[in-house]
């Protein structure tokens, strides 16, 4: 299906109602369940060695908000004679089992666990880290069901210190993974530096707050939307990219914005909004005949500046000579995009 084609079909669907209102419901992934409650945090979240629960919370929480932390820390609730813990991990809805490691020493993540699911429009990825086994029949390729116990706990990584037994936890994030060509586009740009994983490297996978998700589930029950809730995401900027086909917009067709110009003159490239994580939460589909400026294959159209001063653990932007410009970083978020 040609880009303005697919741009025309997600609209209509967004327009008429065809998508879904009301997500798949999510669950927790350990019977710990401790952050629905009120002041239950400290019993929930796995800190740092040394710091308090904020610290296995996702976002800028880590390096006196310096460095981002992907994901959030469930502590564990069960453990052996020997003080190792037990807990079962299950599913936190239907999916399909898109990637297992069990090389723990190949990743900072140990035995990890990625499950995709389809929600609203939407191409959404658990993934559970730090795992000690993965359950009897649970790898790529094989379904998986809402609650079905899919791995057991344990504190497996390649980090130097480890993790310790007092603060065994389950890693969880929710991804949208960036391209289907990360192993291809990480061989051309990257070519000095290892690639373990294939296209589940972590640098080809962008979360969104499993906890601010899980809460706003709770709050909204029935009326709970994921893709209405991810497109609420708080933006950082927004970039033009000139390149009419993006793989994002194809698995993600909840995110595009219709524009019936482009509709009518055809697409030649995406106006993107960002969250700070570098999420392009809303893709505009733009003419050629809309494409003004210096001609560059990316460029920054706005940048909100409480938000770029407030969550900067991302390093996407640097403000430079008076404007905002995209970093390294930001520059192979979008290459990768684009790619």
């Known amino acids: 299906m040609s880009a303005s084609r697919w741009i025309q079909a997600a609209g209509f669907c967004l327009a008429v109602g065809l998508l879904p209102a009301s997500a798949q419901p999510f669950q927790l992934p350990t019977s710990n369940h401790h952050v629905l409650e009120r002041g239950g945090e400290p019993l929930f979240f796995a800190p740092t060695v040394g710091k308090l629960w904020p610290s296995g919370t996702f976002g800028c929480v880590r390096t006196d908000g310096n ?91 390649n980090t130097r210190s480890g ?16 391209s289907p060509r990360y192993a291809e586009w990480h061989s051309r740009h990257k070519p000095d530096e290892r690639n373990d994983h294939g296209n589940w490297n972590g640098q080809n996978l962008i ?29 950082l900027c927004r970039v033009l990219v000139r390149a ?38 809303e893709c505009t589909p733009r003419a050629a005949s809309e494409l003004k400026g210096t001609g560059a294959v990316t460029q920054v159209l706005t940048v909100n500046e409480a938000e770029f001063q407030q969550h900067h653990c991302r390093k996407l932007l640097v403000h430079r000579g008076g404007r905002y410009e995209l970093t390294n970083a930001g520059m192979n978020l979008l290459s990768l995009l684009m790619y």
């Open 67 to 157: 460095q981002i932390h992907e994901g959030i820390d469930i502590l564990h609730l069960q453990t052996d004679r020997r003080g190792e813990p037990t807990d079962p991990v299950m599913a936190v809805a239907d999916g399909t089992v898109a990637y297992a490691n069990t090389r723990s020493g190949l990743s900072n993540y140990g035995n990890y666990l990625v499950v995709r699911h389809q929600v609203e429009g939407l191409t959404l990825f658990s993934l559970y880290a730090h795992l000690k086994s993965l359950a009897p029949g649970v790898q790529a390729g094989a379904s998986v069901r809402q609650g079905q116990v899919i791995a057991t706990m344990g504190r497996t990584t």
């Open 163 to 178: 993790i310790g037994k007092d603060r065994a936890h389950l890693h969880l994030e929710f991804d949208f993974q960036v």
């Open 207 to 235: 979360g969104v707050d499993p906890w601010q998700l899980f809460l706003e589930q709770q709050q909204q029950g029935a009326r709970f939307s994921l893709s209405r809730w991810v497109r609420a995401q708080t933006e």
């Open 244 to 281: 009419p086909d993006l793989a994002w917009v194809r698995a993600n067709p909840a995110f595009v914005r219709p524009n019936p110009r482009a509709q009518r003159e055809g697409v030649a490239g995406y106006e993107l909004a960002l969250n700070f994580m570098g999420l392009p939460f």
